[in-house]
């Protein structure tokens, strides 16, 4: 697996075979896994996420016009438009990159285009935040290329917008927020409900977190996730209306929203995972490893049947995985409907881990699962500019 780097280096060489110069700005954006928290930051709650050594990169210089070209090195296009005139979006990846520039826009007036080049290894559709990364790089680089002033809190909030306004997902900011303010060797316990984050020391070298991707693609279903979010926000309204506690061990009286079980459904899996959430940080403090793997299968339940974010493939993973010996645990990682699993492996156990993965899962389903360990990595800026 190439390091940071390494894809720097590419992506330099990319921008100047495809532009004929060297780039002014460099930047780079870190996908991430997500330990556990899922589907609690748009509400509030909590999430224990990781940047991992997976990165977008961003190559960019000014231009003297309003002309705005970018190259993504994935799709092998450019789109180019120019800023007094409507965008042309035919591809998914227009839409993220015309979302990023209406921002920066809205917020500071661009009125000079810039040249940009996009290439990284996050597999894609796969719950570890391509899109989110793909976005703040480029909203590194502009911020260094126009000379902005603005906080990391602040570019994750411009980040998480560009999803929220220009794409319309009801997401919340737990992606960028990794990808941005992550450290090395930590992991980041944040709590949406303050905007504010502890830094958490990772496990020792003796375990090892690795993803499978199903590459069941992750084409996020807009109505189901925003369904998702409409129901949870409402469960949650009503409780706080009636004057119930969030908090275990005191949970809904299912009398008071007894008309919408879905509701309650919702509910009951945001706050057994924010007490999950903090659970694993003593877990991972104290070094229980084999608790904490009942953990993550005790979230995967709870998106399962709870939340219902999951899908056959991605349950057949992580039973498949649970029965490795070595495994401590594994869960769906992401938004859900497709993507990865995230498991707690032993020391030295990844190529039988992977090997024993791919096999069953080929069986099964005559599909080829993508499984690679991941180390924790420091969060997105600038490389060079």
């Not at 917008?161 to 090395?184: P, R």
């Not at 409907?337 to 005559?366: A, H, P, R, T």
Request: with cysteine.
């Amino acid at each position: 697996m190439k390091e940071l780097d390494e894809l720097v280096q590419e992506s330099i060489k990319g921008f100047e075979k495809q532009f004929g110069s060297k780039p002014d700005v460099v930047a780079q954006a870190p996908g991430r896994i997500n330990i556990i928290g899922e589907h609690t930051d748009y509400a509030g709650g909590l999430a224990l996420p990781a940047a991992i050594n997976r990165w977008m990169i961003c190559c960019c210089s000014p231009n003297t016009d309003k002309t705005i070209r970018i190259y993504s090195e994935k799709y092998k296009e450019e789109y180019t438009y120019k800023l007094n005139l409507k965008p042309i979006m035919l591809n998914s990846w227009h839409q993220y990159v015309n979302g990023v520039i209406q921002v920066w826009n809205d917020k500071f007036f661009i009125d000079k285009g810039f040249t940009a080049f996009l290439s990284g290894n996050i597999p894609s559709g796969s719950g570890v935040s391509s899109s989110a990364a793909l976005i703040v790089s480029l909203m590194n680089a502009l911020k260094k290329l126009y000379k902005l002033k603005l906080s990391d809190l602040q570019l994750v909030k411009f980040s998480q917008g560009v999803e929220n306004k220009y794409l319309n997902l009801d997401s919340g900011m737990m992606d960028q927020y990794a990808s941005q303010f992550s450290q090395a060797g930590k992991y980041l316990l944040i709590d949406f409900s303050k905007m504010d984050h502890e830094l958490i020391e990772a496990l020792n070298d003796h375990h090892s977190w690795v993803v499978i991707n199903s590459n069941i693609v992750r084409q996020l279903n807009k109505r189901a996730y925003s369904q998702r979010v409409r129901e949870l926000k409402s469960a949650i309204k009503t409780a706080l209306s009636s004057n119930l506690n969030l908090e275990l061990p005191y949970y809904l009286s299912s009398k008071k929203i007894s008309d919408t079980p879905s509701k309650l459904k919702r509910l009951r899996h945001f706050i057994t995972e924010n007490d999950r959430v903090l659970t694993a940080v003593d877990l991972i403090k104290n070094n229980k490893i084999e608790e904490l793997g009942k953990l993550l299968n005790e979230s995967h339940q709870s998106l399962r049947d709870d939340f219902e974010v999951s899908v056959p493939e991605i349950d057949f993973l992580a039973d498949k995985a649970n029965q490795f010996d070595g495994c401590y645990g594994a869960r769906i990682m992401g938004g859900g409907f497709g993507g990865s699993v995230l498991c707690l492996l032993d020391e030295n156990q990844f190529d039988k881990f992977s090997s024993f993965i791919k096999y069953y899962y080929k069986e099964e389903y005559d599909l080829d699962a993508e499984v690679f360990e991941v180390k924790t990595v420091g969060g997105a800026g600038v490389v060079t500019g």
